[in-house]
C-alpha cells in the first residue's frame, strides 16, 4: 500500500466527497434495479423492505439520511446473509436495507471516481470508466496472438475465496491510505469492513472477522484496493503483458527469465498478504506451436487458455470455452422451454418451428441480460467454425422440437434450413458481424450500466 498512499498526495476525506446531490444520485441508480432486474428490486433485508416501498417513502427517507450523514450519525446495521448458487458454487450475499444501500453505492461511486487514476492500467474491474472485461481480453488476445509463432509463457493465479478471506489487518491497511481513519469516511469504511451480520432471524448479530461483504459495490472498492500489490510487483517485468480482472490474474510474456520471477512473486505476494492461491485455477505452462520444445518445470505445454469464459489457442485463434459453449445452448432451450404451453395447442410443424424461430431471436435480442453475456461471447470469438456448428445445432434444435423427432439429419428434408431462416432463425455467425463492424446498438446496456454505476 506503500506506493497507493505515495500516489495520494492528500487522504480523502467525507466532507470532500459528500454532497446532498450524490445521495439522490445513487438512489436513482439503484431505483433503475426496478427497470433492469425485478427480483433484485423486490429483495429484503431483515426489516421486510423491497425497493419499492423505499422508493413510495423516498422524499422523507432520503431527506433523514442526509440529516444523518451530516451530523456523522449514520452508520451501517448488520446485514441479512443470503446463500446463493451460481455455476456450482454456492456464494453468501449480505443484503442491507434499501437506505444502507443508498449509502454504500454513494460511497463506492464517491471513492471509486477519486481513485481510479491512481489503479495501474493492468487492472480492470470495477473502474470507473475506459476500462472492462472487453479491453482486458482483447490486450490478452493481441499479446498471443502478434507472438503466435513464438513461446507464450502463461502464469495465471486466482485469490481462493477471495471476499471472504480478505485479512481485516490488510483491509484497515487499505483504508488508512486512502483516508484518515478518525475522519467519518475512515469510520464508515472500518465500519464496513468490521461488518455484522444476523446468521438467523431472531438471533443475535455477528461481527465477521475477515472478509468484506460480497454483494455490496464498496466491498468491490476495498477488495480492488487490497490486491494493488500484485499489480505493483507484477506490471514493470519486461516483455510481458500483465492483466488483472477482480482476482483473476494472467501474466504473459515471451522471456522465461520474467516468466519464473512471475511465478516468484506471486508467490511473495500471495504470503505477505496472507491470502491463498486457488489451486484449481493456478496455471504454470507456455503456449507453442512446438510442444516438443517446452523447456523444463515447472512450466508445461498448454492445448490453450481458458480466462474468463474465452479460450485463446496457441496459434493466436479465439474460441468459447466448452461450458460456455453449453451455457449458449442451455439459454436457447429455456427460451423453447417457454413456449411448451403454446406448441401444445399448435400441431402444424411448421408452425410451430417458426414460433420456436421467434422465441430464440427474441432471446438473443431482447433478454438484456442474457444478450450481455452471449455478445461479450460473440465479440472477441474469432473461431467461426466454431459459431457455425451452433447455429448447425441450434436449426436441429428447433426442427427436434417443431417435429418432435428428436436431432435427425433427415429433418431438413422436412423444414430446409434456408425456410428457417425466412422464419427468423438468429445467427451467431452473423451476430458478430453486425457486433464487430458496429451495427447493433448498445446504448440500452450501456445506459443500464451508467445509472447503476
Known sequence: MQHLSARLRNKLKFDEIYQRETLYRSALALYTKSLFFRRKARTTSWDGGTLYDFAGDAPRELDHLHKELVNRKFFFSPAKPLKIFRSGKERTVYIWPWRERVVDLMLYQQLNQRLDRYFARSVYAFRWHGYGIDLCQNRVARFIGRHRNETVYVVKRDVANCFPSLPHDLLREV????????????KLLLDHIEFSYLPEEDGEPVTADAGVPFGAPTACLLANLAL???????????????????????????????????????????????????????????????PESVPAEPFAALPGLKHLG??????????????????????????????????????????????????????????????????????????????????????????????????????????????????GLPSLVHRRLLLRHGHIDNSFLRWKSALQG
Open 228 to 290: 494493488t500489490p500484485f499489480d505493483e510487483a507484477l506490471d514493470d517485468l519486461p516483455e510481458s503483458r500483465y492483466t488483472r480482472y477482480a482476482d483473476d490474474m494472467l501474466f504473459l510474456t515471451t522471456a522465461p527469465e520474467s516468466a519464473r520471477k512471475a511465478v516468484e512473486t506471486f508467490a511473495a505476494v500471495f504470503a505477505r498478504l496472507g491470502l491463498v492461491s486457488k489451486e484449481s485455477a493456478a496455471i504454470d505452462g507456455v503456449l507453442t506451436k512446438m
Open 310 to 423: 474465452i479460450y485463446f489457442q496457441p496459434d493466436g485463434t479465439v474460441s468459447l470455452a466448452l461450458e460456455k459453449q453449453r451455457k449458449i445452448c442451455r439459454l436457447f432451450r429455456k427460451s423453447f422451454i417457454r413456449c411448451r404451453r403454446r406448441l401444445k395447442r399448435i400441431t402444424d410443424a411448421r408452425k410451430r418451428a417458426a414460433l420456436l424461430c421467434r422465441a430464440a431471436r427474441n432471446m438473443l435480442e431482447q433478454t438484456q441480460s442474457q444478450v450481455a453475456v452471449i455478445d461479450y461471447y460473440l465479440k472477441h470469438v474469432s473461431d467461426t467454425r466454431q459459431l457455425q456448428l451452433l447455429d448447425r445445432w441450434l436449426a436441429e434444435e428447433v426442427l427436434a422440437v417443431a417435429l418432435d423427432t428428436g436431432h435427425k439429419k433427415g429433418n431438413f428434408a422436412k423444414i430446409s434450413f434456408k425456410e428457417l431462416r425466412a422464419m
Open 175 to 186: 483504508v488508512a491510505a486512502v483516508t484518515d481513519p478518525e475522519d467519518y469516511l475512515g
